[in-house]
């Protein structure tokens, strides 16, 4: 379906056609229509498919019909790097029309929270927030959310893994009951339809099945027990100089500063990311790995979901992630936008069982490398093993997929009636851009 059959302002059609956004992804097109009725919503649907524009366009397109003085929107989300970027792609989609926003955030100083205090107070349209730092300004008592029209919780089952089941019901109760509530989650575990039960109201329900790997990615697995993983992880990034933009993903924040202390020195930078940062040195660290200052990222989870970065060459799991679902989240951080990318995935003898589970979901063998000569054996790649391999890695097939090359280029989308006489479109610098994956 085309945007400009889904009946959105004119002017929210006038930002999608500067950014080249013509037709819209499936959740977009099952979830704006019953948000534009006003209909709760319950969705599941992962990164990458388009699921910020899929809420964020019907409410601006309501916003955008009359005026008013308070807080009207509430967009939660779990980390201060996916609140950003979802204000980001407001700004973006909101260009021409004058609804205003801002995000709430922890991590910075006294003078960041003076300009929260006073948004909030002035009064927003929108607001994008992580829920602690929105809870200690509503205990503050100068935020009023009774005259908000609609609140969106976004991976909202990553929000209940952290523990911010607490603070959401919270922001929940200082909501009127006739908002319009939406629920976005990548899984949908039980504790998330506990949620959806005391939140929605006869919600319509949505579900895009988990996307699977992108044509343009090669995955690649190595057994390899612990001792031999820093070893490995050296040889990789040294055996593919060409490769500009690597993240490296850790499942704990112990080994994010084993990993980096392991790579430094290698006459490349090496960066951590992790919940120890405060948000200036994490929003530091991005910047220069998005300037390719920085060629390897170290990161835990929090860049797996929801992060934009572009022309990631190679991701490299440290670990096998506990959830099936998460290892599609860390290697969609690179064969984007029909890009090629590489994944490679190391394999100690605890973590065979969830390589095969994650087999199991994106329905593929993935490929099993031998290790480097030199190397030594790695663990059986068999149910219960905890061997050896004679050094070969379990190298039992599996194909590796490599894109057919698309060719860019072309006349910008025209899909508008009426012709080309637009005016002055948005910026890059208005997050927009790069494909309809907001």
């Known amino acids: 379906m085309r945007f400009d059959e889904l009946e959105l302002d004119e002017q929210l059609l006038d930002g999608l056609y500067y950014m080249g956004f013509e037709t819209a992804t499936p959740i977009q097109e099952q979830a704006i229509p019953h948000i534009l009725d006003g209909r709760d919503v319950l969705a599941c649907a992962q990164t990458g498919t388009g699921k910020t524009a899929a809420f964020i ?3 601006l397109h309501k ?3 009359a005026k008013s003085e308070h807080i009207r ?3 939660v989300a779990p980390t201060r790097e996916l609140a950003i970027q979802i204000e980001q792609q407001i ?3 909101a260009y021409f029309v004058n609804v205003s926003s801002i995000a709430i955030y922890g991590g910075g100083d006294g003078h960041d929270f003076d300009v929260q205090k006073k948004a909030l107070t002035s009064g927003t349209d929108i607001l994008v ?3 602690g730092k929105f809870i200690s300004h509503i205990q503050n008592k100068y935020v009023d959310l009774s005259k908000v029209e609609y609140l969106i919780l976004d991976e909202a089952d990553r929000m209940l893994d952290m523990g911010f089941l607490p603070d959401i019901q919270k922001i929940i109760s200082e909501t009127p009951d006739s908002r319009q509530s939406l629920l976005f989650s990548a899984t949908m575990p039980p504790k998330i339809r506990d949620l959806s039960k005391k939140m929605l109201k006869n919600p319509a329900e949505i579900s895009i099945a988990i996307s699977k790997p992108a044509e343009g990615l090669i995955q690649g697995a190595y057994l390899a027990h612990d001792r031999q993983k820093a070893a490995l992880i050296r040889h990789l990034i040294a055996d593919k100089p060409n490769y500009e933009s690597i993240i490296v993903f850790s499942s704990t924040k112990k080994k994010v500063g084993d990993i980096v202390r392991a790579l430094r020195g290698q006459g490349y930078g090496v960066q951590a990311i992790s919940s120890d940062l405060d948000q200036k040195e994490r929003e530091a660290a991005l910047r220069k790995f998005r300037s390719k200052e920085t060629r390897v990222i170290v ?13 990631i060459n190679l991701v490299i799991n440290y670990d096998v992630p506990r959830d099936a679902e998460d290892y599609v989240h860390r290697i969609g951080r690179t064969a984007r936008a029909d890009q090629n990318g590489v994944a490679l995935t190391l394999v100690n003898e605890d973590d065979v069982h969830r390589m095969m589970k994650i087999e199991r979901l994106i329905e593929q063998e993935v490929m099993k490398i031998p290790l480097p000569h030199g190397f030594g054996s790695g663990p059986e790649y068999k149910k219960g ?7 070969r890695g379990g190298q039992s097939g599996g194909r590796s997929q490599r894109s057919k090359g698309r060719s860019g280029g072309g006349k910008r989308p025209n899909y508008r009636k009426g012709g080309n006489n637009r005016g002055k479109g948005p910026g890059k610098n208005r997050g927009g ?6």
Do not use: E, Y
């Open 63 to 65: 916003l955008s019909l």
């Open 73 to 75: 929107a509430v967009v």
């Open 433 to 438: 851009g790069g494909g309809n994956k907001s």
């Open 57 to 59: 366009l019907p409410v």
């Open 385 to 391: 093993s905890r061997g050896g391999h004679g050094g």
């Open 91 to 93: 700004q973006a989609f």
């Open 129 to 131: 927030v992580t829920p």
């Open 299 to 311: 990161a835990t989870d929090v860049l797996s979901r929801g992060i934009d970065i572009q022309g």
